[in-house]
């Protein structure tokens, strides 16, 4: 277990620790909902690394990763907690047996936390030997509103009420990271209780970085073609951009192929890894992706 | 201070009461009263405590702030302005060296409130006579004026087709959710409620408490063209947009010339006139050109992923005249198509019987849309309700039942 960093340098070092290249705004942010106590929002297109953040903090930091994944329609049952109906039922029947008429007893045993099943975040509020746990609240723009509303109220104190039991409140707040893909926008009173921060395509100094880091065995040539080619890609008028993750699945995937280089071939049979729409896929294979090779490996090597 | 020491004010009070109601604030005679009381013991050291006090008073919602504003300050502040507003609806004269300044809509509709019967004023601007008009409304005018298209319309109809659509509500069908309430009749059990009235009989009997689904409205995202070609109707367009903006939430609305403009933020302004004022400063190509395609591809890129969550509905208001080319029109419309729940489109010109999809920009629509209906006159946006409430299977549900009776 190690303690939350002191300086936003310390985050930096954090978060490199736990293999996640980051730039100093996302360190800075974090630095600032850790030491403040805030949820933090991140937003940002599909695989750029925003679940990656709650993955390294609670590993570098050796917290307890909770994670909810949200959908639509989700309720207080699934998310927070439910009781075990069952149990239950036959508690009841073994009370009747046993001639217990005390209502007043059966109340208080039937409601006790034997029969609660806890979800995610009732979870988070639990204590916890190593600290207070980090809480994923991954994908929030999948659910609904209502619910949106409900998390106010527990981001707000940190606590559940269960109205046949009692009021759970988290001793220590956990570590909250909430991630958005903008299919629509959250509500700005939650977004006002978070501090928010959009993370982008890297650059291609910290996309070589991270590939590095990620894919050790691919060639350094390679990982240099393979972040150029995809740092041309994006500036491509494509329906979905391909995101790091992207990148990094490509590369493993020529590691696996054992190229070295990449070549018009290899980038054709192989785009599907990195582009997930037809129309984009059959926008860029061929002519143009020979030309934007042909320019990545002209840049590389006025570079050299 | 007593009401004896304030003079006249309770007067002026009272007529200050009387402007507000004109101008259309909901002021009733014990809000007068209370005016006059929360004045005394207010007092009345300056002009800025007479207004919040006033304030206070009057207003109720956020968007009758605009209104009140301008009435205070007419009304209480300075003569001349008075003056002025009321040189504003007598008839100019060509010697006038001084052009009127350009006045907000709110406060044209003050000052109509205020001088009423000043002549000169066209009958457009009178809302008092309006109302007179919409009181004596005989059913055949109404009937006419429903048949009766945006186009030819004069400036009074248009008023009163105005006042229609604010009072129409459209109702979507409602859509299932994956979310359940306490329904007596509901299909499934609801084993929490069940549990808690067993206990509360000591456990000897359980009955069974059941739940439903809760229905909702998709979301709904309007996508309405104003350019050149559709000027005569976009204006009326508008006005729909803001009463449907306003009926409920989950809506977007963008409008569309050459460039594509997001103006969900400014028709949620309850006030109509201001929520429109809003959107003509940001919106930059009114009745220009229309690119229909590059607008498609807009927001397929850079909106469609954030407003068509959860199966949303989208209506597309546009004549399908395009010009520029059209070639990838038809791909973005696909795409459109395929990303939301249901597509409507609604085309001015249908309202001609012999209308055909000729343009290279509506012979490349026409594939994708759900609906093909027209929007001309009152009669047809009532109509629209109609379709919108009507129970339609999703597309890819329609697909899967084929393929079951197939297998």
Known sequence: MRDLPASIDATLSLLQDGNYVSDRALATTLFLSLKLGRPLFLEGDA????????????????????????????DVASAVYEWNYPAQMIEIRLAEAEGVHDRKQLGTDIFSERFLIKRPLLQALEPDASGPPVLLIDELDRTDEPFEAYLLELLADFQVTIPEFETVKAKEPPIVIITSNRTREIHDALKRRCYYHWIGYPDAERELAILNLKVPGAAERLSREIVAFVQSLREQDLFKLPGIAETIDWASALVQLDKLAL????????????????????KIQGSEAAKLLDQVNSELATAR | MTM????????????????????????????VIEAVRAVEVAGIGSRDDLYWTLHAVFVNRRDQRELFDQAFHIFWRNPRILERAMSMLLPTFGAENEAPPPAREANR????????KEPGATAEQKPEE??????????????????????????????QAKKAIAAMRLPIVDVKTRRFKADARGRRVDMRATIRASLRSGGSIIPLRRRSRVCRHPPLVVLCDISGSMSRYSRMFLHFMHAVTNDRDRVSTFVFGTRLTNVTRYLRQKDVDVALGDVSESVQDWSGGTRISRCMHDFNTRWSRRVLGQGAM???????????????????????????????WLNPLLRYEKYEAKAAGARQILPHVDEFRSIHNLESIADLTGSLSRDWPRTEEATATTWGAVA
């Open chain 2, 130 to 159: 309006e109302t007179l008009l919409d009181a004596a409304f005989s059913f055949s005018a109404q009937e006419e004026l429903k048949t009766r298209d945006f186009e030819s319309m004069s400036a009074e109809e248009v008023e």
């Open chain 2, 4 to 31: 004896a020491d304030t003079g006249r004010l309770p007067d002026n009070i009272m007529h200050f009461a009387r402007v507000l109601r004109a101008a259309g604030l909901p002021v009733g005679p014990g809000q």
């Open chain 2, 314 to 344: 989208v209506i597309l208001i546009t004549d399908g005249l395009d010009r520029e080319g059209t070639e990838n029109l038809g791909f973005e419309m696909e795409r459109l198509h395929k990303s939301c729940r249901r597509m409507l």
């Open chain 1, 263 to 282: 070549d018009p071939e290899t980038v054709n049979d192989t785009l599907g890894v990195l582009l997930k729409y037809q129309d984009d896929i059959a």
């Open chain 2, 109 to 116: 509709r003050l000052a109509d409130a205020m001088f009423p």
């Open chain 1, 47 to 74: 695989g750029v690394g925003k679940t990656e953040i709650a993955n390294v903090l609670s590993q570098t930091l050796g917290r307890r990763l909770v994670r909810l994944q949200c959908y639509e329609g989700l």
